[in-house]
């Protein structure tokens, strides 16, 4: 067997482990090592495809030429322009492209949310749970918040406020917040593959709780999650009094707000005038 019909098998049997593990993740089916295999043979692909070039090349320089003139051929350029419309729709994030990729997921999936906005892939959403008060002893509070899916990295600030809307407590502090580069032109990308960096926590951003808050001691070591959570905390706060939350993301900022009985258990549906950057905020007293 030559060294040719070796390279030429092994192109052909990665691009099969490839196409098979691409489709799988298009479609929103990501079994355990989904990902890892489609890596791996994608480098593996990569290596082969090299050694196949190389054999190839004279093929190749004959393609992209034309006999009489030895110019470069139409056909070259058409495949060039293709490839650069295809990257450069990709990288800067056009509608239709992102709209192309997750198409096949939504089509498994299935169905539209309210408002008429494809839902495939917010099924089966997935919730981080974190906790903080940890060391205070009162009354046990659940907070579910799913984010917008315009809603990249949020900051967020949790506090409870008496009748009267004086502060209470923080029932949600973090210690710090992530921030991408100024000039990131994708940030939903960027936050995929955790290109951002996190920085102390200022409360510059939520501007509501810094005016209110008597204390801006963190109680939670890091920032906030970048996607849906579910928070665990406790709060001293007695009777009948408010649950109030600020959120800001990309130059925007809203604020929701809740009253709660402490003596009965219950949940509690967290709202505000806008909206639009949570998709649901649900509290449960326990």
Request: hydrophobic share 40%; with cysteine; aromatic share 10%.
């Amino acid at each position: 067997m030559t060294r040719k019909n070796i390279i030429s098998l092994s192109v052909a049997c990665a691009f099969t482990f490839l196409s098979i593990t691409g489709l799988f993740m298009y479609f929103g089916i990501k079994g355990h090592g989904t990902q890892d295999i489609h890596v791996v043979f994608g480098l593996i692909f990569i290596g082969f495809a090299i050694f196949h070039i190389l054999n190839n090349w004279s093929s190749l320089k004959a393609y992209s030429k034309t006999r009489t003139s030895g110019f470069m051929s139409k056909e070259i350029w058409i495949s060039a322009a293709a490839a650069l419309a295809i990257g450069a729709a990709g990288f800067f994030g056009l509608p239709a492209m992102h709209e192309l990729s997750h198409f096949g997921e939504d089509l498994i999936k299935g169905g539209k949310e309210e408002g008429g906005k494809k839902g495939g892939r917010d099924r089966g959403v997935m919730f981080d749970v974190i906790a903080a008060n940890e060391q205070i002893h009162g009354k046990n509070v659940s907070i579910i918040l799913q984010k917008n899916t315009e809603t990249l990295l949020p900051v967020i600030a949790i506090w409870a406020e008496d009748t009267s809307k004086e502060f209470i407590e923080n029932l949600f502090v973090p210690a710090q917040m992530n921030r991408v580069n100024p000039g990131e032109k994708n940030i939903r990308q960027a936050i995929a593959e955790k290109e951002f960096e996190s920085t102390a926590f200022d409360g510059s951003a939520t501007q509501t709780w810094k005016a209110k808050a008597k204390t801006t001691t963190a109680n939670y070591p890091k920032a906030t999650p970048t996607g849906n959570f579910i928070l665990s905390t406790q709060t001293t706060a007695k009777g009948i009094f408010d649950i109030v939350l600020e959120i800001a993301d990309q130059g925007k900022a809203e604020t929701y707000r809740t009253r709660v009985n402490a003596k009965t258990s219950g949940a509690y549906l967290l709202q505000s005038p806008h909206g639009v950057l949570l998709s649901r905020a649900i509290v449960e007293l326990q």
